[in-house]
């Protein structure tokens, strides 16, 4: 971290190379993010591009009080909200990651008919019981469970209470357990994550 601060420094002294090392540190990062955010590869791609920009040029308001990641983070997801907004893309919010992982968990070793059908079923019921979540507690759930941030950091990102981070997560926990107890995957197998 301490190297980061220093390599913020320079950069606000405008050292172009000094921002290149940070753009190169957490460009894969944060478009594998924005990607499970958007289901979009190349527009995760520019989205990123974009937000690495609007740090560039906003540099002189980075405070420090959280990990430039965090920050630049922060301006990627605003700037893929907005993205969905304007594109009405909200049906493609979500990757398939997790539905892949419940499902090889759920279809076991076996590959009959049956479990072929009942992986099928899970598979839409999860993402309709995602697509069905409020934005707010869609995305909060999405930042601790698919990108693994703390409730701080997600406090930091969204500009909420921790309370209300905390709150957005227990409240999307229970929606999503209510949807999968008919799989017997209670509790949305977020336990598992913490």
């Given at each position: 971290?301490d190297?980061?601060?220093a ?7 405008g050292?172009?190379?000094a ?7 957490y460009?894969?990062?944060l478009?594998?993010?924005?990607y499970k955010?958007l ?5 995760a ?15 002189e308001k980075f ?7 965090t ?7 605003n ?5 969905i ?5 909200a049906?493609?919010v979500?990757?398939n990651d997790t539905t892949?992982?419940?499902l090889?968990e ?7 008919p049956e479990n072929i059908?009942q ?6 019921e ?10 707010d ?6 930042l ?7 409730y ?12 209300t981070v ?9 929606m ?6 008919k799989y017997?995957?209670s ?8």
């Open positions: 971290m190297n980061e601060i390599l913020i420094e320079l950069v606000k002294k050292d172009k190379k921002y290149n090392t940070l753009v190169l540190k460009q894969d990062r478009v594998f993010s924005v955010f289901k979009d590869f190349e527009l791609q520019d989205i990123a591009q974009e937000a690495f920009i609007k740090a560039y040029k906003n540099i405070r420090g009080d959280s990990q430039f990641y920050w630049i983070y922060r301006i990627a997801i700037t893929a909200k907005n993205v907004s304007t594109k009405a893309r049906s493609e979500y990757d892949d992982q419940l090889s759920s279809a076991t070793t076996s590959e009959n059908l992986a099928e079923q899970l598979r839409s999860i993402n309709k019981a995602l697509q069905n979540l409020p934005e507690i869609r995305v909060t759930l999405s601790r469970e698919f990108d693994g941030l703390s701080e950091e997600i406090a930091k990102v969204l500009n909420c209470p921790i309370g905390r709150s957005r997560i227990h409240k999307g926990r229970e999503l357990d209510q949807t999968f107890s017997n995957l509790n949305f197998e977020a336990r598992k994550y913490e």
